[in-house]
């Protein structure tokens, strides 16, 4: 890791390692998130490109950082508490896709995610089973993962799981305008 981002870190564990857009470029500033709300350092830092230096709304830095970096565009190092690793994936992707908010839930994760691996299941069945490969049949497998370690309290596992089913979800945008989308 560079000490650059050791420094926005203030040297915490890494708790996430995420790919939020699909690009091929490296990386050529480090986007620095807000303080994190329970210590020192930055809660997150995004890697990205110049096409994605300011396309990230979703992503809000406090501060753009230049220089030359050996990530993807896209990559997230996340030092956030898991819980607000989760809350994050329901926020960006999880709820948008499934309908599933966590609030309705008490945020008992794997009750969460046992409704969103249930609402994915139904449209996975609507579509006769989908493509074998496809990233439906993916994120299906990735989210029994999820459910499973959220259910036995290892929350940073499911959390894991889940940055596997963002991936998935970004590739999947046009799911917004299908009947993937909540109603």
């Known amino acids: 890791m560079s000490s650059l981002v050791q420094q926005l870190s203030a040297h915490r564990q890494l708790t996430a390692l995420r790919t939020v857009v699909q690009c091929e470029v490296k990386a050529t500033a480090l986007r620095e998130g807000p303080a994190a709300g329970d210590g020192p350092g930055t809660a997150w830092v995004a890697f990205v490109c110049p096409a994605h230096s300011e396309g990230l709304p979703e992503w809000p ?13 896209g990559t997230v190092l996340d030092f956030r508490p898991t819980e607000q690793v989760l809350q994050s994936h329901a926020d960006l992707w999880l709820t948008a896709l499934t309908g599933v908010r966590p609030e309705t839930y008490g945020g008992v994760w794997s009750d969460v995610l046992e409704q969103a691996e249930r609402v994915l299941s139904e449209h996975l069945e609507q579509d006769g089973g989908a493509d074998e490969d496809g990233p439906l049949q993916s ?20 959390a894991s799981a889940l940055g596997y089913c963002e991936t998935l979800a970004e590739g999947m945008e046009p799911w917004r305008d299908t009947d993937l989308a909540p109603h």
Do not use: K
């Open 61 to 73: 830095a406090t501060a753009t950082h230049p220089g030359r970096h050996s990530m993807p565009c």
């Open 139 to 158: 994120m299906m497998t990735m989210m029994w993962l999820a459910r499973g370690s959220a259910a036995e309290g290892e929350l940073m596992q499911a």
